[in-house]
């Protein structure tokens, strides 16, 4: 499996946390959420074209990089 790496890893726990607490700022403060899929997806593309990364590379990060969205809006719209 060569999009598992430590650096896709790492780079999408990164997006995960910023965006899943920028989403739920938003969430919580206007009511309404983005989907956090593409800008996972751009930030990813740009990161990894740094380190020479592969395509699968940036499909895995920008997975888990949406991830955060995703919990925060369940939570947010579901728990208050």
Same mark, same amino acid.
């Given at each position: 499996m060569s999009e598992f790496t430590i650096r896709a890893l790492l780079?999408?726990?990164?997006?995960?946390?910023v965006l899943g607490a920028a989403n739920a700022y938003l969430g919580l403060k206007a009511g309404m959420?983005? %989907? =956090?899929?593409y800008p996972a997806a751009v930030i990813s593309m740009a990161l990894l074209r740094l380190f020479r990364g592969s395509v699968l590379e940036e499909n895995f990060a920008r997975t888990v990089g949406s991830i955060g969205e995703s919990i %925060? =809006?369940?939570a947010i719209f579901t728990v208050p």
């Amino acid at each position: 499996m060569s999009e598992f790496t430590i650096r896709a890893l790492l780079i999408g726990l990164v997006m995960c946390v910023v965006l899943g607490a920028a989403n739920a700022y938003l969430g919580l403060k206007a009511g309404m959420t983005i %989907a =956090a899929t593409y800008p996972a997806a751009v930030i990813s593309m740009a990161l990894l074209r740094l380190f020479r990364g592969s395509v699968l590379e940036e499909n895995f990060a920008r997975t888990v990089g949406s991830i955060g969205e995703s919990i %925060a =809006a369940g939570a947010i719209f579901t728990v208050p």
